[in-house]
Each structure stands twice: as C-alpha cells, then as structure tokens.
C-alpha cells in the first residue's frame, strides 16, 4: 500500500515539473523521454527541489528522515513530498524542544 501511494506521490511531482517547464520555461515534454533530460542546467529553486525528491526516489531515500532514518509516514509526504525531516527531528532542531520526541525514543542527534 504504502509503495503504491509512494509512486502516485511521484507521479504528482512529475506532473508539477512538467507543469514548471511549459509555464516557465516554455518548453513541453516529449513522450518517452525521462524528466530529468529536461531539469539538468535549471535553477528555479522549486525546481531543484523536486529534482532532489526523485534523486531520493531513485536512491530508495524517500520517505526517511534525513537526520535519523525512520519512515516518514506517508499522509505527510502527500502534504508535503518535499520534507526531508521526521517531525521529531524537525522538532528537535527548535532549540525549546530538544527533549521532546526523539529524546523519548533514544535517538541520537
């Protein structure tokens, strides 16, 4: 189930980046031709951050935290497919709340 909505979660970043292409760069996508022949030498900041979430697709990345390497549950990356950070990590990167989440489950920062 959750490799199924993971793909879907690609195929809905897939369509922004097309949707990027044609509006901002007026240029459309050929059928059969990967997406990532048209991002190389582009530097639109949403565009390098879709880039990244399928450099984590194809490294098997996606969906772990970046800091502590548990799966992000999956109705956050359909909110937000570009989050790299658990909530506990991303808790504890707020100096007031060092101690809260990742401190109850051990996890070293």
Do not use: N, W
């Not at 199924?4 to 990027?20: A, D, F, N, T």
């Not at 990244?52 to 990356?77: K, S």
């Amino acid at each position: 189930m959750r490799q199924h909505r993971l793909c879907q979660i690609q195929k809905l970043i897939e369509g922004e980046l097309v949707s990027i292409l044609k509006e901002q760069y007026s240029q459309s996508v050929e059928p059969g031709l990967p997406i990532r022949y048209y991002l190389d030498f582009k530097t639109d900041a949403r565009l390098v951050e879709l880039r990244e979430v399928l450099d984590r697709m194809e490294r098997g990345t996606f969906g772990h935290c970046a800091l502590c390497g548990i799966q992000i549950p999956t109705r956050i990356l359909e909110a937000a497919p570009t989050r790299q950070l658990c909530l506990g990590c991303d808790e504890s990167s707020i100096p007031d709340r060092r101690h809260g989440a990742h401190a109850r489950r051990g996890v070293q920062l």
